[in-house]
């Protein structure tokens, strides 16, 4: 990755939590749990840029600008919400998954 590419992700992601911080309160909230979450189950488009979290992000701000409240547009089960979010792409888990079972149907042969 060529320092060009690295400085315009870190611009990237400073503009992109400057834009979180302006949401209300109780949408910084559920937005720093979501991001939470995903980091943790791993999708792994995530890698790649922040195309998902700006997505969140676009959608959160829809949500504040029609003055509904960060659970009314995602509900009240966040972490399905999430779920949802990524139940197409590829996660670490899943890619985990594959590895130990390569693994084993490798070692099942010898």
Known sequence: MSIKKIIEGKKEWRTHVSSVKALPQDYQIVYKEIQKYLFKVGPVELNKG??????ILCFFEEGAAAKKGALEVTGTDV????????????TYDDLY???????????MKE
């Not at 922040?50 to 997505?55: A, F, K, M």
């Not at 972490?79 to 590829?90: G, K, M, P, R, Y």
């Not at 590895?99 to 084993?104: A, D, F, L």
Request: aromatic share 4%; hydrophobic share 40%.
């Open 50 to 55: 922040i195309g998902l979290l700006s997505d």
């Open 97 to 107: 998954q594959e590895s130990v079972n390569q693994k084993v149907d490798k070692a």
């Open 79 to 90: 972490a399905a919400f999430c779920d949802a979010l990524i139940e197409d792409s590829t």
